[in-house]
């Protein structure tokens, strides 16, 4: 007699439930790139949406309790000069974010407590090495401000934004990295290339320590390690069906698994959680999400459910555990772009009865604190990130988690590049820039923001507050108008297009009518002819006579 064991996981019941539309985002215009990248980075403090913006690149942060409808003049963080390709929000502070754009240029930016009053053009460090565009920007998990970035210059550099120099540069890739990600202490880096194949380096000395081909299909696949060193890669095979595989790092090219999922498109993007061991697949223009269990036993990983949705996504974002709600035993969050301009926030849950704290499903977190310095990581020291207990430093407020730390900032003491004209023979000296309070040294970027943003002499704080309110209106009014000049364009073409319809049968008529009058013409003419010889014949007989 044969029988089917189920088999056992606290995770098999996990469901997903979409919040109530006035509790999402709307009326957010959402990126129209083509390149492959989420569009969407979230921690606990700010959801941030890459979106559609004329005359450069920008994307909007929101706080998460500014929900329904945002307006379309609100302030937006718009320094590029080209469309912003990759977002991702620095690990260890909360109001640090890095963009990568098409104009070449890696921006990192500080954004107040409270979110955007107006909008922001000033970064707080500009990373200028890339020859072209800059679609990838990763954090490292444990050391604090070294961020990788890569383009499609076929290049990828290690960055120290605390000072603005370069730690690390890795040009052995022939063709577009499609993806990078750190291992669980950063000492590893996994990444993946057009060529289809998956290299694992040093990301302190850029050599290549093992490689193998991925998948083979020539379309974009990505690879993630997970938190005990395995790597979780999604591509596509020959005949573009989407798969998924697991590896091991000393044997990349003999999978573990590799599973044909279905045929798309769609460029799947793995979500993962490393306290759960759950990965997401998320497609691009797909309508669900799919999750898995990764586990020791075979067949190691274990599909669990799909949460299905009606709409496509464009985007998608995944909240950090810090962020998510323990009170209703919330494992996971989702902030999903459709292309009808919502932003739908997705809930993933364990069914338990109980009210109190599940330590089973909460073990000890990533912390917003780093690890290690910059300087300690590239001399080759290596630390696991720092966790905490949910339990211990956690308060929900309006369904997320507060820091409890002092607000930090991020201080830049950037150097002066060498190559640049204007600082010939002033290389040695090195303009520092410090936001907020916590920095030190150099002169302070905050000091910078306070003065700029303190009453000009003459000008009152209440004047300024008027300004803004001002632009605020004129940019509205600019809203509607463009708008209105809309309607009457397509006003204008309907008209012109009924006229072209009507053309051909008024041409008709006119022809008809013409014919008809030459014909008349013809008439009268003859019997103008007739009368005028009457009239003559009469004159000669009157003239016999």
């Known amino acids: 007699m ?79 000069k080209g469309p912003v390709l990759d977002i991702s929000w620095c690990p260890h502070n909360d109001n640090v974010i890095a963009s990568g ?10 954004i107040p407590d409270g979110g955007l009053s107006r909008t922001l053009t000033e970064p707080v460090v500009d990373l200028v090495f890339h020859q072209r565009r800059v679609g990838l920007v990763v954090w490292h998990p444990s050391a604090l401000n070294v961020l990788l970035t890569a383009g499609s210059d076929n ?44 290299r694992i380096y040093d990301p302190r000395t850029g050599e290549v320590e093992s490689e193998a081909v991925c998948h083979e299909g020539s379309k974009a696949t990505r690879a993630i ?16 069906e989407r798969q998924y595989s697991l590896r091991a790092p000393d044997a990349l090219s003999d999978p573990i698994v590799m599973v044909e999922l279905d045929t798309s498109n769609g460029v799947m993007f793995p979500l993962y959680d490393p306290d759960t061991n759950l990965i997401y697949l998320c497609g691009k223009g797909d309508s669900v999400i799919r999750y898995f269990e990764v586990t020791p036993e075979p067949p190691f990983v274990h599909y669990i459910n799909t949460f299905q949705t009606p709409d496509p996504q464009r985007g998608i974002g995944m909240m950090p555990k810090r962020g998510c709600d323990v009170t209703t035993c919330e494992i996971s969050k989702f ?41 300690k990581w590239i001399m080759g020291e290596d630390a696991d990130p720092v966790t905490f207990s949910l339990k211990d430093r956690v308060s929900i407020v309006q369904g997320g988690y507060v820091s409890q730390s002092a607000t930090k900032s991020l201080s830049v003491s950037k ?42 002499s003459g000008i009152t704080e209440k004047d300024l507050r008027d300004i803004t309110d001002e632009i605020r209106k004129l940019k509205a009014i600019i809203v509607k108008h463009e708008n209105r000049i809309r309607a009457l364009e397509a006003t204008i073409r309907e008209q012109e297009e009924h006229a072209e319809s009507a053309a051909p049968k008024a041409n008709n008529t006119t022809t008809s009518s013409s014919s008809n009058d030459t014909k008349a013409t013809s008439d009268s003419n003859n019997t103008n002819k007739e009368d005028a010889n009457g009239s003559a014949a009469t004159t000669a007989a009157s003239e016999d006579v």
């Open 415 to 456: 150097k002066a590049n060498i190559l640049n004209k204007s600082a010939v023979g002033t290389s040695k000296s090195a303009s520092s820039a410090t936001l907020g309070s916590g920095g030190g040294g150099g002169s302070s970027a905050s000091n910078n923001n306070s003065s700029a943003s303190a009453p000009i």
């Open 101 to 110: 754009s098409e104009d070449c240029v890696v921006k990192v930016w500080q």
């Open 225 to 240: 390690f997970l938190r005990h060193g395995l790597i979780f890669t999604t591509g596509f095979n020959r005949s573009s």
């Open 155 to 198: 290049q990828v550099v290690i960055w120290n934004v605390g000072t603005g120099e370069i730690l690390v540069h890795i040009d052995s890739h022939p063709d577009i990295v499609y993806s990078a990600c750190f291992n669980w202490d950063g000492s590893k880096l996994v990444t993946t290339c057009k060529d289809k194949k998956i």
């Open 335 to 375: 902030y999903r772009l459709n292309n009808n301009g919502l932003c739908q926030v997705i809930s993933m849950t364990v069914p338990r009865k109980s009210d109190l704290f599940q330590e089973d499903l909460y073990p000890d977190t990533l912390a917003e604190d780093a690890a290690i310095t910059a300087e």
């Open 2 to 80: 044969s029988f089917r064991v189920v088999r056992s996981s606290k995770f098999r019941h996990v469901y997903g439930q979409a919040l109530k539309r006035e509790q999402c985002y709307d009326n957010i215009r959402v990126s129209k790139s083509s390149w492959d990248s989420t569009f969407c980075a979230v921690n606990p403090k700010f959801l941030a949406i890459i979106v559609e913006s004329a005359g450069g690149g920008a994307f909007i942060v929101l706080p998460h309790n500014k929900v329904g409808r945002i307006a379309a003049d609100h302030p937006l963080v718009g320094g590029h």
